[in-house]
Structure formats: C-alpha cells, structure tokens
C-alpha cells in the first residue's frame, strides 16, 4: 500500500487565488481527516469525514475553507480567497474503525 | 476545553542513553492514548499506543507508560539515536466510539552523536 497519498506537495500562491489540495486515502479506512499544522498552533483538526460523509468541520477557520469527499477516494481541501495567515502544513489522515491514524506527507502551502 | 499538554519542548540527549518524553492530560475521560513520531518534512507517524485499562505497554525499544491518577503519559526510548531525533506527539481520545484524538503541542528531542 503506498500511504496517504497528498498534492501537491509544495504550493505558492498569490493572495486571494484559490488553493486546492487533494489526498487519496488508504484503500478501506472509512475515515478521513484534514489537519493544519503551525508552529504557533500545533495540529488542529479542520475537519473529518466518516464513509465520505463530513461528521465534524467545527475546526473549519472560516467559510473560505471548503472540504469534500465525492468518493471513497479522494478528497479535497479548497481555500478560496487564500490569505498569508493560511499559510501552513496540510495534513490529510485516513484510519479503519477506532484505530490509529496514518498520515499522508502533507502539503505546504504559502500565500504571498 | 480540556487538552493535551507536554511538559518539556525540547530534550536534548547523548547518542545511547534513554529519553523519556512526558506528556499530561486534563480530561479524565480519555480512554486511548497514543504517541507519534514527526520527522523533518514528514507527516506524523504512529509509534505505540496505550488503553486506559493497562498502565505500560512496550515496543521495539520504546515504553508508554500511563498513571490515570495523576493523568500522566511518557513515552520512554532505550539506547536512543540519531535517527530518534524528532518531535513527539501525544494524542488522547476520550471515546465514545469514534476514534478521533487531540493532539498536544509536541517535543522535539535532539540525539547528539
């Protein structure tokens, strides 16, 4: 199994244009989670997903952050308009049933 | 809220002794722990885990140990290296089926040579 799989792995982008990230999740967890990872706030879950259906987007900062899960494979992240203080590591995570997380490589994201 | 904290930010140690990375919980609710290991430009990676019913659990050269008392959590390497340098995470899980932990801060341990 190759992991979690996330792109881009790096992306620069101008303020106010419109990011997206994506993750492939392992084959068979019907869990998926998106993180953001900074230095000033650690790991915060934005928002997770349970057989492709959001459960909890509670940690979702704001409405220009979006997330979606048309299948069992494939997610998305989008922040549209982007803002410098987006700027962090993006986690996605899969897990089978109350199990342990697998985290994909993330992706880094810089807005100027 | 309740949540994760860590006592030490960083820990430095020589090539070949233990570390011991601790780790303090406040909801006493939390029934599954579970410790990461984050390398540089790598997401986090599962190390070992722990069940609020057994107080040590061991691994390949690691030990967690849970004191539900005092709601403390450590995670204990033997014969550390280089290649142990990271930051260390903490999760806790306060159940209720769903296994959807909280993370504290982290601690970064640096193995000198």
Partial sequence: DAGVIQSPRHEVTEMGQEVTLRCKPISGHDYLFWYRQTMMRG????????????IDDSGMPEDRFSAKMPNASFSTLKIQPSEPRDS????????????GYTFGSGT???VV | GESVGLHLPTL???EGDNSIINCAYSNSASDYFIW???ESGKG???IIDIRSNMDKRQGQRVTVLLNKT???LSLQIAATQPG????????????GGSYIPTFGRGTSLIVHP
């Fill in chain 1, 43 to 54: 790991l915060e879950l934005l928002i997770y997903f349970n057989n492709n259906v959001p």
């Fill in chain 2, 84 to 95: 142990d340098s990271a930051v260390y995470f903490c999760a806790e899980n306060i159940g």
């Fill in chain 1, 108 to 110: 880094r994201l810089t």
């Fill in chain 2, 36 to 38: 990461y290991k984050q």
């Fill in chain 2, 44 to 46: 986090p990676q599962f």
């Fill in chain 2, 12 to 14: 430095s140690v020589q």
């Fill in chain 1, 88 to 99: 962090a590591v993006y986690f996605c995570a899969s897990s089978a049933d109350s199990s």
């Fill in chain 2, 70 to 72: 005092v709601k403390h």
